[in-house]
């Protein structure tokens, strides 16, 4: 898809995103010494709203207020710090089959020693929404190729075997890159924004992977420079900043996408304390079309901490050492 063509259909993203969920916004932003909208500080990405819309809420773009009601308060009571920890998706879809009767508590068993509790994880920002992407309207991601599906399924065999080497481990146990974008919530899953009148810098609190997006209209690097957070290229469209970005390494996006990944970024302030995140990814090396969503950042009262990832550098010299004890003892067992 050339440029044009995704600008058109960020475009219509936007149009049906703003006709599904209108902005009620009656505030002046705050600006910064040249005019635009200041975004600077922290802000988090603590949203129990699922990437795709569930199975069991198929045809609906959002709950009922008592639906919401009940899954705040049914959240509230199994991961305040009692139970297990539930990352990703998995907390609003065991809290609904709770809620709904399907399921009656949650239990990890992931078959590992050292099991995080709820204790770990932050509570979770609830709204209405059934899913984070809004176009599709069905609320999922658009089908893979079969050379992603491929790629997703190589990915996936190579966790189980037994590592040769760091490379056969993924990109975060390797303390390298969670990738950009950054979906993560609830998690160490802040942003910090600092804003120049040439720049935009945005550092995720995960391995502390920082973007340098400039503003100066300069174009991207060249097709053969490629980066893990990719080259992003930003200018304004009235108060909402509009990035651009390319020349992606192979799975720097979900573990999976390919060098042919685009993405656009929006953001804009809807009140004094949220940043609307809306993200459009392009990747006909991986999805059969676009897929956009949208994040809603709360600014955090708190710095962003530091994450030094010094648990999977540790962590990755004995996952290579208990491989090789393993080796050996596959040689030495008689036949």
């Given amino acids: 898809m050339n440029a044009r063509r995704l600008g058109l259909a960020v475009g219509l993203a936007a149009l049906v995103f703003a ?68 990352f990703g998706d998995t907390v609003f879809n065991v809290v609904w089959a709770n809620v709904k009767g399907t399921r009656s508590g949650f239990k990890s068993v992931d078959g590992e020693t050292g099991d995080y509790s709820s204790v770990w994880t932050v509570e979770r920002d609830w709204e209405n929404r059934t899913s984070l992407i809004f176009d599709p309207p069905d609320g999922k991601m658009p089908p893979m190729i079969a050379e992603a599906k491929k790629r997703r399924d190589d990915t996936l065999a190579a966790m189980n075997r037994v590592p040769a080497g760091p490379e056969d481990r993924p990109l975060q146990e390797r303390c390298i890159t969670y990738g950009s974008p950054s979906l993560v919530a609830g998690y160490q899953s802040a942003y910090e924004i600092v804003q120049g009148s040439n720049s935009v810098v945005m550092t995720m609190e ?130």
């Fill in 19 to 86: 006709a599904q969920f209108p902005s009620a916004q009656t505030w002046t932003p705050p600006r910064t010494p040249d005019g635009h909208p200041d975004f600077q500080g922290v802000w988090v990405n603590n949203i129990a709203t699922p990437l795709e819309r569930p199975d069991a809420l198929a045809g609906r773009a959002t709950l009922t207020d008592q639906e919401l009601a009940a899954m705040k308060k049914k959240a509230h009571e199994m991961f305040s710090g009692q139970g297990d920890a539930a």
């Fill in 206 to 335: 995960m391995i502390h992977d920082t973007r340098v997006i400039t503003l100066d209209k300069r174009a991207h690097v060249a097709p053969t420079v490629r980066q893990w957070l990719g080259d992003s290229r930003g200018h304004w469209e009235g108060d909402t900043l509009v990035v651009d970005t390319t020349n992606y390494k192979p799975r720097s996006f979900m573990s999976r996408s390919s060098e042919q990944l685009h993405v656009v970024e929006r953001l804009s302030l809807s009140s004094p304390d949220t940043l609307r995140y809306e993200i459009t990814i392009n990747d006909p090396g991986t999805w059969t079309k676009p897929w956009s969503l949208m994040i809603p950042l709360k600014r955090a009262d708190h710095p962003m901490w530091e994450y030094g990832c010094h648990e999977g550098n540790y962590g990755m010299a004995g996952i290579l050492t208990g491989a090789r004890a393993e080796e050996r003892d596959q040689r030495s067992t008689p036949r």
